[in-house]
């Protein structure tokens, strides 16, 4: 780390925070954007499973509400 240090030490300001960065962006950025991808696909398929989760306990306590309270059938 401190061999990079002294390398980057005598570059411009514009290597450090510009062309770097540039770089790594065209070498990992299919990377990165497959790992956001399969974060946000994550991420829906949690929400539409908490959603159907929910909308089945809402469904199974309705019937059970209405069931209860008309007797025996």
Do not use: C
């Amino acid at each position: 780390m401190a061999a990079v240090r002294e390398m980057l030490a005598g570059m411009p300001w514009w290597v450090k925070w510009i062309a770097i960065p540039v770089i790594a962006l065209v070498v990992f950025g299919s990377l990165i954007g497959t790992v956001i991808s399969v974060l946000i696909g994550l991420l829906f398929k949690v929400l539409v499973f908490a959603v159907l989760v929910g909308g089945l306990i809402y469904v199974v306590r309705k019937f059970m509400s209405s069931s209860s309270s008309r007797g025996d059938w």
